[in-house]
């Protein structure tokens, strides 16, 4: 693993923050301070055993640059996963930059981050390539191709794919079907009622095809506007700190991670969680509680594995797009395989995908 760490004085690695978040592993953590826009960027590539490190660029707001280092290596790690499970010959990786609390992010501080990051992610040499996240977009990455090649997710009009939401949103739909079928026997979701957490790109187009299929739906978003697609929905509206409360059949966290803690786990009150969201879980012990207590939990790096199987596939020349909307709907027919090996062997659904995660590495040594 290398460090690097140019702008950054008296680093240390020692916080509790750190080392809850880190394992030995990572081959390469890049860490610098954009000459642009001043903003501390953070490259995490987890593993290329598979491939080249695919993962994409977050830019969010964080209280410590020690905070955006933990949610790049957790999330970097959770790419390796969740590209292994998806069966792509990708490694994990993951950029994260930190806004500080109380910097206005205009359209020019926007652009200069993004050109840092073509910078640093360049600096790698082909060891990751990046893509749009929470805070970014595709036609941000149109930016971050002006400094290197290694970006995916471009604007179609720039001759890139677009956007993976679409793809990321169908995903989780699959996986939301194959858990209604181990629940109740049917796949059918009408009447089946699922509160939806987080109505960004990929929850807002998840709710949009749960209503589609005669699902009774609960919304919540910490956007009061959001409140305008429940309206329209005809759903109902829960406030984001009563969402895991909600009495329904399926809770669906799509918003940040980190929602699965001991307190909430407690308050839960669905027979399953399947959400879009990384890093669903504040700790590993989370999945046993949730198993405890017979609540079904679809492991989110199964789950929402859609988008980077759409920008892995749809990005090659002369690409099948029929091909790639087969291997996103696969994604149900692999979360039922997590099941019944959950079930086989009496482990957490955590641990069972994550013997297919390993089981993709180790054949890749």
């Not at 509206?237 to 329904?248: I, K, L, Q, S, T």
Request: proline share 4%.
């Amino acid at each position: 693993m290398t460090l690097a760490a140019p702008a950054l004085d008296h680093v240390d690695l020692r916080t509790p923050e750190i080392l809850a978040a880190i394992e030995p592993d990572h081959e390469r953590i890049l860490i610098t301070t954009g000459p642009r826009s001043g903003l501390t960027i953070i490259v995490a590539v987890h593993s290329t055993r598979l491939g080249q490190a695919l993962g994409g660029a977050r830019m969010w707001t964080y209280a410590h640059w020690t905070d955006a280092l933990a949610d790049a290596l957790r999330l970097s790690q959770a790419m390796t996963l969740k590209n292994a499970a998806a069966g792509l010959l990708r490694g994990g990786g993951k950029a994260v930059i930190r806004v500080p609390v109380g910097t206005a992010v205009t359209p020019e501080l926007k652009r200069q981050a993004m050109l840092d990051l073509g910078d640093a992610v360049a600096s790698l040499g082909g060891a990751y390539m990046t893509a749009e996240d929470v805070g970014t977009s595709a036609d941000l990455m149109a930016i971050v191709a002006e400094r290197t090649e290694h970006v995916c997710g471009l604007p179609a009009e720039q001759g890139g794919v677009g956007e993976p939401a679409d793809a990321t949103a169908a995903g989780v739909h699959a996986g939301i079907v194959a858990t209604v079928a181990e629940l109740f026997g049917s796949e059918s979701l009408g009447g089946r009622h699922f509160c939806i957490a987080g109505l960004g790109q990929v929850g807002g187009r998840l709710a949009r095809s749960l209503a589609r299929a005669g699902a009774r739906l609960t919304l919540s978003d910490v956007v009061p506007s959001k409140r305008e697609l429940a309206d329209e929905l005809g759903a109902a509206w829960v406030e984001p700190e009563d969402a895991h409360r909600v009495v329904a059949d399926v809770f669906v966290p799509c918003g940040l991670g980190g929602v699965l803690t001991p307190e909430t786990i407690a308050e839960l009150r669905v027979r399953a969680v399947v959400g879009a969201a990384n890093n669903q879980l504040s700790s590993r012990e989370s999945a046993a509680l949730l198993a405890e207590r017979g609540i079904l939990w679809a492991p989110d790096f199964v789950v929402n594995g859609g988008g980077v199987i759409y920008l892995d596939l749809a990005s090659v020349p002369g690409a099948d797009e029929a091909l790639v909307g087969e291997r996103v709907g696969a994604i149900g027919e692999t979360l039922a395989g997590v099941y019944r090996e959950s079930a086989a062997r009496g482990i957490t659904t955590l641990a069972a995908a994550e013997r297919l995660a390993f089981a993709r590495l180790d054949a890749a040594r």
